[in-house]
């Protein structure tokens, strides 16, 4: 069945047996497993968490006939996702609040949606409207970028986050954390784009940082690639003696 709420605090842990009885000793294992889990690497477990819970019910069979209370739902909820009843009334309730210029609540509600979505592409897809949120209605580029910035760690292709982040960095003329999205994003481009990122990084290492050294060493990537050009070697050079 899929039961869904907010994960308790971890201040409010107590185990599992204690919300539900009588509970087996597997599943009270598996459930204190998903309550110990990081969340933001719980992705790559979902699956086997899932399928040991299944089994764990299916050799429960008949005998138990387990209903949890309250308590027990925020702990069985974190194995599954967010249920269909819930997620459409979160989002009327964002809606709602969108409507209303109210986008401290929409904010918060979206947090609360990401936080019990299990699915990856999903939780991506609300994590970036909740970054345009404190970007563009509530002033904090702070916390956009942060979560932008966890949007790609996640997903390295996602062009939305990355075409924001770069944006917003040459925007602020923050070439340091330009370069650190280039740097994460350039091996996996496509030759042609890759090569253009590089020849701009190696420009803002040298005019905007001053930093030739760096500027070399983006130059020599762009001298192994296979459209490599003699200059781009004669440059690196330059850039290294004047290192």
């Known amino acids: 069945r899929c039961l869904t709420g907010r994960l308790p605090d971890r201040s409010e842990v107590r185990p599992p047996s204690a919300y539900v009885l009588p509970m087996p000793e597997a599943l009270d294992q598996v459930l204190m497993q998903a309550l110990a889990m990081d969340p933001r690497k719980r992705h790559g477990d979902a699956d086997a968490l899932r399928d040991a819970l299944a089994q764990v019910q299916a050799d429960m069979g008949d005998e138990y006939d387990v209903v949890p209370g309250a308590d027990a739902q925020q702990v ?8 269909a009843g819930l997620r459409a009334d979160r989002l009327r309730e964002i809606e709602r609040a969108r409507g209303a210029g109210d986008w401290e609540t929409v904010a918060t509600v979206l947090q609360g949606l990401i936080d019990e979505i299990w699915d990856l592409g999903e939780r991506v897809h609300y994590m970036l409207d909740l970054a345009r949120v404190f970007l563009e209605e509530l002033n904090q580029p702070g916390r956009a970028v942060a979560i932008y910035r966890e949007c790609i760690e996640w997903d390295p292709e996602n062009r939305p986050a990355v075409d924001t982040l770069i944006g917003h960095y040459r925007a602020e003329e923050d070439w340091e954390q330009l370069l650190s999205v280039y740097e994460d994003i350039a091996p996996g481009e496509e030759p042609e784009r ?24 983006y130059l020599l990537e762009l001298g192994k690639m296979r459209t ?12 290294q003696e004047r290192a």
């Open 76 to 83: 069985w909820g974190f194995l599954g996702d967010i249920s």
């Open 228 to 239: 490599a050009e003699p200059v781009w070697l004669d440059r690196a050079a330059a850039m």
């Open 194 to 217: 890759r090569r253009r990122m590089l020849e701009e990084m190696a420009g803002i290492a040298v005019e905007r940082l001053d930093a030739p050294a760096r500027a070399a060493r």
